[in-house]
């Protein structure tokens, strides 16, 4: 009975994919029905369930499954070769069971409609929309630095620890929600990982739990990126899984929040991709763009750049690579590389707004 069971849940790995790929190509039916319906309360559930632990109980979960599948392997390595086919059987029937599970817990958010669509923005701009929405943030970003430091070519340092940033990150979304009603964020459930040391070497600042609903932040990042890493992982929480639209609303979040370090940590978060794209685009324009940053905000992304770069490792790059080919089997064809196409969004909003 017990392998019959195992048969159809292996079986079933079929059905789902084809569902999937259903889903892929109705955006408006996943939109309604799934990320502004069944997932709102799946989202909050668990946010209530977990949010209140003060240790990331997902990372707890990751641990206890590393084990077990390494204790299962040992203990059937010699099934594999006398009892091939149902060690085949079992693994398919865990692997459907966790691709059930990842969908329908978050994952069908990645066939959801475009960001841009539903809030009605353009995703194309030309190198002069992307010029006049950069100064303007340079602009922004220069006299909010310089409230703080009083001083243009000294860093900021956030007066706050990462525990208090977490229960500070909350308030930009509760400004936000106020334009944009799906974008309430209650209640949270956001910790310092349990891994953040190979995470840190994994290259990866944050990430999000799509089985309990946790956002993770690496607990060694600067203090400096907390606040836009943790406001991403939130937007991820809130169903937007592509990289570019979480970025997008973690800026937004930033910016919109009431403690000045914070707006300080998003409209300099907006401005570090809008000035990357001009280097990708013209070199000589950067330069001179560039020249018009207080020096003490370029002091702080050479701060949040040394760091990355005293923890870069020859393993690094092959989770980079399985990463982004994760990101294009879940609906994000650049891959890795989805985390610019920000910059689309921050030129269509930013243009006609006024900062």
Not at 133 to 153: E, M, P
Not at 238 to 259: K, M, P, Q, T, V
Not at 335 to 346: D, R, T
């Amino acid at each position: 009975m017990l392998k019959n069971k195992k048969l159809l849940i292996a079986l079933s790995l079929l059905p789902q994919y084809f569902l999937i790929v259903w889903a892929s190509k109705n955006p408006n039916f996943v939109e309604s029905f799934y990320s502004n319906g069944l997932y709102v309360y799946i989202s909050r559930l668990f946010r209530y369930m977990l949010g209140w632990l003060p240790f990331s109980f997902g990372d707890l979960v990751y641990g206890i499954a590393i084990v077990y599948i390494l204790r299962w392997l040992i203990v059937n390595r010699k099934r594999i070769l006398k009892d091939t086919k149902n060690w085949i059987i079992d693994v398919v029937s865990a692997v459907s069971l966790i691709y059930f599970a990842f969908h329908f817990l978050w994952g069908l958010n990645y066939y959801r409609l475009p960001l841009h669509k539903s809030l009605n923005l353009s995703h194309e701009y030309n190198t002069e929309q992307l010029i006049a929405v950069t100064k303007k943030l340079i602009d922004k970003s220069n006299k909010i630095h310089f409230q703080i430091s009083k001083n243009d070519t000294v860093k900021v340092d956030l007066p706050y620890t990462k525990s208090e940033i977490f229960k500070m990150v909350p308030n930009g979304y509760d400004n936000l929600k106020n334009t944009f009603p799906h974008l309430e964020y209650h209640p949270k459930s956001i910790k310092k990982s349990l891994f953040s040391y190979p995470l840190t070497y994994m290259g990866f600042s944050g990430y999000f739990n799509p089985v309990t609903n946790e956002a993770q932040v690496d607990g060694l990042l600067p203090t400096i990126k907390f606040p836009t890493t943790s406001t991403h992982e939130m937007a991820h929480q809130l169903g937007y899984a592509a990289e570019n639209e979480a970025n997008f609303i973690g800026c937004l979040a930033s910016i919109h929040n009431d403690d000045m370090y914070l707006k300080y940590c998003g409209y300099t978060f907006g401005l570090r991709y809008c000035l990357n794209e001009i280097y990708r685009r013209d070199e000589e324009l950067f330069n001179d763009i560039v020249k018009t940053v207080n020096k003490g905000i370029l002091k702080n992304y050479e701060e949040v750049r040394l760091f990355w770069e005293a923890h870069e490792n020859p393993i690094e790059p092959l989770f980079k690579v399985f990463y982004g080919g994760f990101l294009k089997a879940n609906n994000q064809s650049k891959g890795m590389n989805s985390y610019s196409y920000v910059v689309a969004l921050l030129v269509n909003y930013f243009e006609t707004k006024n900062l």
